[in-house]
């Protein structure tokens, strides 16, 4: 039997009928690999309505053809969160998208003096956001992701550079765009919510000619205010078309462009002064018990997020036979951001007031601008073959490649000029009409190229309907060229002005690195008939210096100095999938150990020095039941627990334990709907996060360990409801955080600022199709 999966050739559906919310709770529970895939040829007229989803979970493929068997046979921790889950639950962004997935979050909030911008992304103890790929091909830039143009995201956990090269050592994320199909269809949301949240999309596909051409036509348009957040604006709108030509044909041609343009104001979060965990600096001892209004702003009229996104890529794929497949991608993409948030401190010398009992006279500080003008750009090119063939008794089917890819990365640095700051905001109730700051680019620039060819092969061997052995290789060939320049004594790590006036623009760094990265993985499934498989993974995958952010560094303590090895991970997986009540509903087990080595750490042995001996682990367990108890009743929950901690090296946790910073120990998410027989739906579900450590960057420690190192765990409630008025339309109410809990979502390095959680909010819409 062929297991080739294609756009064209999508698996049959073994799963009956069910209702979104099934797919919502299937796909969001789907820890290790059972998931929800409404095939990419039926997207245009799927309606997004509670009662008319298919869930293919135990026997779906995710798209990228290194994967050649189904999900109940591969052995490894697969998640496929497929666009019926995230338009039901009214989700737009990839961060919103990845609550799905226990464990996995945005838990950081940057560093002292920076805000993280885009999708900063944890998973698995480790940062995984320069693991974030479109179509299989890596997807450059620090930006928020919008899904008006996603079928699915695929959460690929455990060591993913066989796959697709350098990577986070915890797993990647591969979103899968819509394109054209041989289906007429219209169908689109208009949404609109509290706290000015409005929002409109349309999918339009149409069929032409008689070879099997079509048009696709995806448009989103966005101006929402983010709910209990004070002048904080998402604003954007997007073009994708997709033309494809001859796709009843042996070969088949797309040909998909995108285009998204944002004019966000950005989010500088919130002091962490008077919460729970904060330690008075002197002179503060007066604002113990009086934490800041959730929903301040401390930011300014000037602070802007500008994005512009474009892509485009051409897909020829050609079927020599039923077993006997090529495709080629070819690829360009830019990503152009233009960006200043106005960031703050919250230590004693940034604070002042001119009576210590008025909370009124409290001001901040408004010193620490983030600058960006950043461009990254890709060209690459994947070719791919797929076989299948026996050996005797020994069924293949094989997987094998070249990619070439080249990245190419822009830094212009700005600076602030003859103004060096805002005006100060009240601390209690600040106005972002704010003066003072002039900024111009300095010249402290920073460029790098990144180009590497890669060559993989995958086979998988099955032997016999019980036993299947699954192995890959990869090597990837890469070169990093990097210069940049700084401002001469500028700390930290600067060049020394050598007798040039304080604040020329010198050149700082010209390094080239070079090297072949060879990663692999081995894994078997063990099937008791029908019902149980077994399974084992063993995996490794390595990160370069600048592979995540193509920056080197001269600096003796950063790991992308390039004298330094590759970093290396290692898992290890097992786990067991269920099959229960006729492919109804699934049960999943998986247990892995992940340890990751060569982290840089201080010589204990030589101050001042720094060496690769440090070694971090993370154990885990994840579970998911997933799937339907009857017709009309769903259900699905999951849960992850993580145990992480410092085998070796400097501890990287404020609170002094050996555990991984921004690492929830435990997370948990559940959701279960019912159909009642006059149509309408109701879902409710729960996503809990257990605590965490924030990092430590020194800081805090210098400052008396005055802000919070830990985020409490908490537990928040979502409801939908969902009524067909006809074929064509459905009314569709979400609430959000039903119980309004108040919660730290994300908090910075040195703990002076904090993401709020989102409050209690409602969002109607309205479905429809034609």
């Given at each position: 039997m062929s297991?080739i999966k294609s ?5 049959k559906?073994?799963?009956p009928?069910?209702?979104t919310?099934?797919?919502a ?8 690999a059972v998931a929800?895939?409404?095939?990419p040829?039926?997207a245009?007229?799927?309606?997004t309505t ?6 293919r ?5 995710i798209v990228?053809?290194k994967?050649t ?7 490894q921790?697969i ?9 039901q639950?009214g989700?737009?962004?990839l961060t ?5 997935s226990?464990g996995v979050g ?6 002292n ?7 900063t ?6 940062d995984?956001?320069?693991s ?5 091909i890596?997807?450059l830039g620090s ?7 996603i079928?699915q995201v695929?959460?690929?956990?455990g ?14 994320i591969?979103?899968v765009?819509k394109?054209a ?7 689109g949301t208009v949404s609109a919510g509290?706290?000015g ?5 349309a999918?339009?596909n ?6 099997g051409?079509?048009?696709?036509l995806?448009?989103?348009w966005?101006?929402?205010?983010v709910?209990?957040?004070?002048h904080v604006?998402n604003?954007?709108w997007g073009?994708?078309?997709s ?6 044909g042996?070969?088949?041609v ?6 998204v ?6 989010d500088?979060?919130?002091?962490t002064i ?7 600096q002197?002179?503060l001892a007066?604002?113990v ?13 000037a602070?802007?997020?500008d ?10 794929e050609?079927d020599?036979?039923d ?5 080629n991608?070819l ?5 152009q951001?233009d960006y200043?948030?106005?960031s ?5 010398s940034?604070i002042?007031w001119t ?8 001001t ?13 750009e890709i ?5 791919n ?6 050996t005797?008794a020994v069924q293949h089917f094989v997987?094998t490649?070249v ?16 103004g060096s700051a805002?005006?100060?905001a009240?601390?209690y ?13 300095n010249?402290a620039?920073r460029?790098?190229k990144?180009?590497?060819?890669s060559?993989y ?14 192995a890959?290789?990869r090597?990837?060939?890469?070169r990093?060229?990097?210069?940049s ?10 060049p020394a002005?050598?007798?040039?006036p ?14 072949t ?7 078997a499934v063990y ?5 149980v498989?077994?399974y ?11 592979g ?11 790991a992308?100095?390039p004298?330094?090895e ?5 898992t ?12 109804a509903?699934a049960f999943n087990l998986a247990l892995?150990?992940?340890e990751?080595a060569n ?13 690769q001996?440090?070694?971090k682990?993370?154990?885990?367990i ?8 009857t017709?009309?009743?769903s259900v699905?929950a999951g849960?992850?627990?993580?145990s992480?901690?410092v085998e070796?090296?400097?501890l990287v946790?404020?609170d002094?334990?050996r555990?991984l ?8 998410t ?7 027989p006059?149509?309408l739906?109701?879902g ?5 996060v257990?605590?965490?450590t924030?990092?430590?960057?020194g ?6 360990g005055?802000t ?5 765990s908490?537990t928040v409630y ?9 074929d064509?339309l459905t ?6 955080n ?7 979502a ?10 709020p959680?989102?409050p209690?909010?409602f969002l ?7």
């Amino acid at each position: 039997m062929s297991y080739i999966k294609s756009r064209k050739h999508a698996p049959k559906c073994p799963f009956p009928a069910l209702s979104t919310a099934t797919l919502a709770a299937g796909l969001a529970m789907a820890l290790p690999a059972v998931a929800a895939e409404v095939a990419p040829a039926d997207a245009a007229d799927q309606a997004t309505t509670l009662d008319k989803v298919q869930v293919r979970g135990l026997h779906s493929f995710i798209v990228s053809p290194k994967f050649t068997q189904t999900l109940q046979d591969t052995p490894q921790t697969i998640q496929v969160i497929d666009k019926e889950l995230f338009n039901q639950q009214g989700a737009t962004t990839l961060t919103e998208a990845l609550r799905n997935s226990a464990g996995v979050g945005t838990f950081y909030a940057g560093e002292n003096g920076n805000t993280s911008t885009g999708d900063t992304l944890y998973m698995r103890g480790f940062d995984s956001s320069s693991s974030i790929f479109v179509d299989g091909i890596r997807d450059l830039g620090s930006v928020s992701r919008d899904l008006f143009n996603i079928e699915q995201v695929e959460v690929v956990k455990g060591p993913a550079s066989t796959d697709t090269g350098r990577s986070a050592p915890t797993g990647a994320i591969n979103l899968v765009t819509k394109q054209a199909n041989l289906r007429n269809a219209a169908s689109g949301t208009v949404s609109a919510g509290n706290d000015g949240q409005q929002r409109a999309n349309a999918d339009w596909n149409h069929a032409f000619g008689e070879s099997g051409n079509a048009l696709r036509l995806n448009a989103m348009w966005q101006v929402s205010d983010v709910p209990g957040r004070d002048h904080v604006n998402n604003s954007r709108w997007g073009i994708a078309p997709s033309l494809g030509f001859n796709l009843e044909g042996a070969t088949r041609v797309y040909l998909n462009l995108l285009y998204v343009k944002q004019d966000n104001v950005p989010d500088g979060f919130v002091p962490t002064i008077g919460m729970a965990g904060w330690k008075p600096q002197n002179g503060l001892a007066a604002l113990v018990g009086h934490p800041v209004d959730p929903e301040n702003f401390y930011g300014t009229r000037a602070d802007h997020d500008d994005v512009t996104a474009q892509m485009a890529t051409l897909r020829v794929e050609h079927d020599f036979s039923d077993t006997l497949k090529l495709s080629n991608t070819l690829r360009w993409g830019k990503t152009q951001q233009d960006y200043l948030l106005t960031s703050f401190r919250a230590m004693s010398s940034d604070i002042a007031w001119t009576d210590p009992s008025d909370l009124s006279t409290y001001t901040i500080k408004r010193g620490l601008p983030t600058f960006k003008d950043q461009r990254n750009e890709i060209l690459t090119d994947q070719l791919n073959l797929r076989a299948d063939f026996a050996t005797g008794a020994v069924q293949h089917f094989v997987s094998t490649g070249v990619e070439f890819a080249r990245e190419d990365y822009d830094f212009f640095g700005q600076a602030a000029t003859g103004g060096s700051a805002w005006t100060p905001a009240k601390l209690y109730d600040p106005d972002w009409n704010a003066t003072g700051l002039t900024w111009a680019h300095n010249g402290a620039d920073r460029h790098g190229k990144t180009t590497t060819v890669s060559a993989y092969v995958f086979d998988t061997l099955k032997f016999g309907d019980s036993f299947l052995l699954t192995a890959g290789l990869r090597a990837d060939r890469y070169r990093i060229d990097f210069r940049s320049a700084a401002v001469c004594g500028t700390p930290p790590n600067a060049p020394a002005c050598a007798g040039n006036p304080a604040g020329t623009v010198l050149p700082h760094l010209d390094a080239i690195l070079e090297k072949t990265l060879v990663s692999g993985k081995l894994g078997a499934v063990y099937k008791l008939g029908d019902t149980v498989s077994l399974y084992a993974n063993w995996a490794i995958s390595q990160q370069p210096p600048g592979g995540g952010t193509m920056e080197l560094s001269g600096a003796a303590n950063n790991a992308n100095n390039p004298k330094f090895e590759p970093q290396k991970a290692r898992t290890l997986e097992v786990g067991t999938k269920w099959n229960l009540i006729e492919n109804a509903l699934a049960f999943n087990l998986a247990l892995f150990d992940t340890e990751v080595a060569n982290e840089v750490t201080p010589d204990p042995t030589l101050p001042g020095t720094y060496v690769q001996t440090g070694r971090k682990s993370v154990k885990g367990i994840e579970a998911s039941v997933v799937g339907n108890i009857t017709e009309s009743w769903s259900v699905s929950a999951g849960l992850s627990h993580l145990s992480s901690q410092v085998e070796a090296g400097a501890l990287v946790s404020a609170d002094g334990s050996r555990a991984l910073a921004y690492t929830p120990d435990n997370a948990f998410t559940a959701w279960t709907t019912y159909r009642m027989p006059f149509g309408l739906s109701v879902g409710g579900g729960l996503r809990y996060v257990g605590g965490l450590t924030k990092g430590s960057d020194g800081a805090d420690t210098a400052n008396g360990g005055a802000t919070p190192a830990n985020i409490k765990s908490y537990t928040v409630y979502d409801a939908v409801l969902s009524y067909p008025i006809n074929d064509k339309l459905t009314l569709r109410f979400n609430g959000y955080n039903l119980f309004d809990k108040q919660y730290v979502a994300a908090i910075n390095k040195s703990g002076y600022r904090y993401t709020p959680g989102t409050p209690r909010t409602f969002l109607l819409s309205a479905d429809f199709r034609f």
